[in-house]
């Protein structure tokens, strides 16, 4: 286990943290499917190109079909599933809720790792878990204050079921992705990652229906070739950050660490977003807010002081 592996893992909910609200401002105009596509669009041909000068013709080399399978498996949980099983959880719940459920799957990965692989989850790690889950869901939760409609709304028991499913596949996505990632050069796992994600989501967002008229003409309103052209420049610092350095971190994160560490710290997006939306102007500070962050923090420092 690399010393740099938690780092990686945490410099994924850095960059995550940048790219999300982004990529949620673009959603309205173009659709989710379609952003993960412009993701898929950009990221492999980059990590492809750079594959094959760093490996000419071992390009493939230690991609067994047991790790691609686990791959494969890794972009059907992340890309084709679990977004929208989570959208169907937030629209039943409201955002705050169903991601304060969703965002328990670092403890079915640390499960997972404990059971399956043998891996290490004693008292220091439990803490650490627990530290950095409290601390996030109580970020969530305050922040779900301070929307109307997220009081307003009541406990849905499907959007319950489709919470936690999505918190089963995010924590899937980890699991597999670790799986197959072991042993192989990250850019190596990111050009079949993103090459598999482009030939799924391909076809998916050519069968969606158009979205939502951008411009209106007459008694219509029309989608214009100009939106999606801006969508894209708007986009793209978002991109490369994302699907650039972040699939780096999360990968490296996930090969060189234990599935409870990697997941945890990977998961911490809502934690990294309240300074900046401080900074900005976006959100205030108050002291429930600040105990929140500070017990996430002390997650943190436990998790990797524990690794």
């Known amino acids: 286990m690399s010393p740099l ?23 309205r105009s173009v659709g989710g499917p379609r952003i993960n596509l412009m993701r898929a669009l950009v990221a492999a041909p980059t990590f492809v190109v750079i594959t094959i000068l760093v490996d000419g013709g071992n390009a493939l080399a230690d991609v067994t079909a047991a790790r691609a399978a686990w791959l494969l498996a ?21 955002i705050s809720t169903a991601l304060s459920i969703g965002t328990v799957y670092p ?68 699991i597999t992705v670790k799986a197959g990632a072991e042993g192989i050069p990250f850019w190596r796992v990111n050009a079949v990652r993103f090459t598999m994600a482009l030939v799924l989501l ?35 610092p978002a991109i490369f950050v994302d699907a650039g350095l972040g699939s780096i971190c999360y990968v490296y994160g996930l090969a060189h660490t ?35 962050v500070a017990v996430t923090v002390g997650g943190v420092v436990t998790l990797i002081l524990g690794a």
Do not use: K
């Open 5 to 27: 592996g938690p780092l990686g893992a945490f410099g994924s909910s850095i960059t995550w943290a940048f790219a999300s609200a982004r990529y949620a401002q673009a959603s």
């Open 74 to 94: 890794s972009i059907l949980c992340s890309y084709a599933m679990a977004d929208s099983v989570f959208l169907g959880a937030a629209r039943r719940l409201g």
């Open 107 to 174: 403890l079915w990965s640390a499960i997972y790792g404990a059971v399956v692989r043998g891996e290490r989850f004693g008292p220091t790690r439990v803490l650490g878990v627990a530290l950095c889950l409290g601390g996030v869901i109580a970020l969530l939760r305050l922040a779900g204050r301070t929307g109307r409609s997220e009081r307003r709304r009541s406990l849905d028991t499907t959007g319950v079921l489709l919470a936690v499913a999505a918190s089963l596949l995010w924590a899937g996505n980890t």
């Open 202 to 236: 391909t076809p998916q967002v050519l069968l969606l229906r158009p979205p939502r008229p951008a411009v209106p003409v007459g008694a219509l309103a029309v989608p214009t070739q100009s939106s999606f052209l801006s969508t894209w420049r708007r986009m793209l």
């Open 258 to 292: 234990d599935l409870a560490v990697a997941a945890t710290l990977s998961s911490l997006s809502p934690l990294v977003s309240v300074p900046v939306a401080i900074a900005m102007g976006e959100e205030r500070w108050h002291p429930a807010r600040a105990a929140a």
